[in-house]
């Protein structure tokens, strides 16, 4: 069965970069029709896509976050990791690592889910 | 940009039903997905392509649509549905996502 796992420091510093990695576990990367992706949740409030990586590299970014925002995959690790950068206290948030299923007709849905990591971003 | 709009709450008493909506353009042409988030979890996929129900979800979800609203309806309800309920679609291409805010359903 396929399992995703976050990873990284639970604490970064305002203005620095935060970094965490997803390893997959019980399936390949190198998948066709799934995506890679990154959401964040701040506490007590909604989901966000943050964005995507197909294991061709192929990268999607939600438009809110983009310049700030770099998702990479190490398909010999069988890992994918997003990089934000310049954070301030509204990054924090649980951020979640998932397998997203794309199909014809615009079918794109989440099968599996990491349990989540969360960043506080404090000085 | 698209946006999904969901109730931020509904409430029911158990063994009644529950309906949550979710509305926004893009529904009217590509599929809503339905997740279920409980404190401390990740999310959890109730309802795929609009109706579709994943294997090991329960009877009494299941999923509807109407031009540019969809709608989870949970047939009697019981104490452990209550949680977090995330309508969820994206662009023809499968190459964005978009969140509703979410509807935080409570069994009274």
């Known amino acids: 069965q396929l399992q995703l796992q976050e990873s990284g420091p639970g604490l970064v510093k305002p203005s620095e970069t935060l970094s965490l990695t997803c390893t997959v576990s019980?399936?390949?990367?190198?998948?066709?029709?799934?995506?890679w992706d990154w959401i964040r949740q701040p506490p007590g409030k909604g989901l966000e896509w943050i964005g995507s990586?197909?294991?061709?590299?192929?990268?999607y970014y939600n438009s809110s976050l983009k310049s700030r925002v770099t998702i990479s995959v190490d398909t010999s690790k069988n890992q994918f990791s997003l990089k934000l950068t310049s954070v301030t206290a509204a990054d924090t948030a649980v951020y979640f690592c998932?397998?997203?299923?794309?199909?014809?007709?615009?079918?794109?849905?989440?099968?599996?889910w990491g349990q989540g990591t969360l960043v506080i971003v404090s000085s | 940009s698209s946006e999904l709009t969901q109730p931020p709450s509904v409430s029911v008493s158990p063994g009644q039903t529950a309906r949550i909506t979710c509305s926004g353009n893009s529904l009217a042409q590509q599929y809503a997905y339905w997740y279920q988030q409980k404190p401390g979890q990740a999310p959890l996929l109730v309802i795929y392509k609009d109706s579709e129900r994943p294997s090991g979800i329960a009877e009494r979800f299941s999923g509807s649509s109407s031009g540019t609203t969809v709608t989870l309806t949970i047939s009697g309800v019981q104490a452990e549905d209550e949680g977090d309920y995330y309508c969820q679609s994206g662009d023809s291409s499968g190459t964005y996502v978009i969140f509703g805010g979410g509807t935080k359903l409570t069994v009274l």
């Open positions: 019980g399936g390949s990367i190198n998948s066709n029709n799934y995506y």
């Open positions: 990586i197909y294991y061709s590299g192929s990268t």
């Open positions: 998932a397998r997203r299923l794309v199909a014809r007709a615009g079918i794109s849905y989440f099968q599996q």
